[in-house]
């Protein structure tokens, strides 16, 4: 008998902690540090929240969720590498991540586009992304919880005009994502009336962009589009400022960061204006910003923290719906777990747990998320409204939206 009690005794503390009998591990890889790092630590606690929530609410294919989270330093090579990892070794059934395109783009045609396994990136907008999809290079894997610069670069357009900024001048990253919203913004905005003077590309990480700054600044614009991230985007604008350089900003969604604010100075960024991704309010919306913060330590409005926590609730949805963490079937099943015929589904461990059971009994679950409804188009991509946003007192704030009808009335205007 004590034998036997023993054997039991040494079964029973191999279980999970959780109480439940077995574990499901998906990979995070995300910019923990590097000058994409605010967000992606948003990102991973967003992404702990979901799961958290869905194992309160009972555990999907009777398993516990958890994460293993990677950082990419926000490097592309190291962002590869640990993807090739988490598939190849780990045998993860999904990605999340990366954060932002440079990272994402080569994890999916590196790593899990070959490999067929889901990949969901909470913020990565470059319209590349799209035409893999569109050119059959992403075996139908990709998706992502933001729109696509493509809608961006209009909605920002629409609003530098409305600013009157007539006159601007770039300063973008020289990367898939700084040179695609380049070409996105300027077609509409020349065609809306706006002069682009010139554009500056940069190389990340440099100590010194006053060469970028001095040649941006000829041509006497009534403002400077940048196009960056909040630790370089920093540095430029600090340079900006101290040369001389007009003091209105329009800023790419990125941008939309505390630590920005507080390096630059809120004094020099009351005309800063910038876009974002938006959302169309909902009962999860109001669920993530009454629980984010006390959860995370982090405020609910952090740059990608709202759609990380979508990207973590469809991929543990997609999982109950495939019955298991089957990387075959989770393509498929990210799509039913947005099912427009199907009862909708809110954030948080009760209505997940009601969506477990409708899972349970084989019917249809529509979950309308952080960011509100989510429809997948046929290549991953979401359509969605944008934030319009300004620096007003030191903190970004939100000064209206452009929906998708707003958009497509632009976009009519301006062909």
Known sequence: MKRVLLATAAALSLLPVSGYACEITVGLVLELTGEAGAYGQAGAKSVEMAFRDLNDAGGVAGCTLKTDTRDSQTQANVAVDAATQLVQVSKVPAIIGGIISPM????????????????????????????????GK????????????????????????DNGMKKIVIIHQNNDFGVNLVKEFSAPYIALGGEVISVTSYNAKQSDYSAEVTAAMAGSPDALYLISDPVDGATIARQWVSQGGVQKFLLNDGMNSNDFITAVGAEYLGQAYGTSSGTVASASTDYFNSNYQTFSGLDPAAPAADRSYDAGALVGLAIAIAGGPDAAKLPDAIRKAVDPAGEVIHAGKDEFAKALALIAEGKPIRYEG?????????????????????????????????????????QAQVK
């Open 370 to 410: 952080v960011i509100g409804p989510v429809n997948f188009d046929e290549y991953g991509d979401i359509s969605g409204p944008f934030r319009l946003w300004q620096v007003v007192d030191g903190k970004v704030t939100t000064i209206g939206e452009m929906t998708n009808a707003d958009v497509e009335a632009v």
């Open 104 to 135: 994402s783009i080569p994890i999916l045609t590196s790593v899990t586009g070959p490999a067929k396994v889901l990949q969901v990136s909470p913020a990565s907008s470059s319209p590349t992304l799209t035409a893999l999809g569109r050119d």
């Open 138 to 161: 992403t075996n139908g894997v990709f998706f992502r919880t933001i729109t696509s610069d493509a809608l961006q670069g209009v909605a920002a357009a629409k609003f530098a005009i």
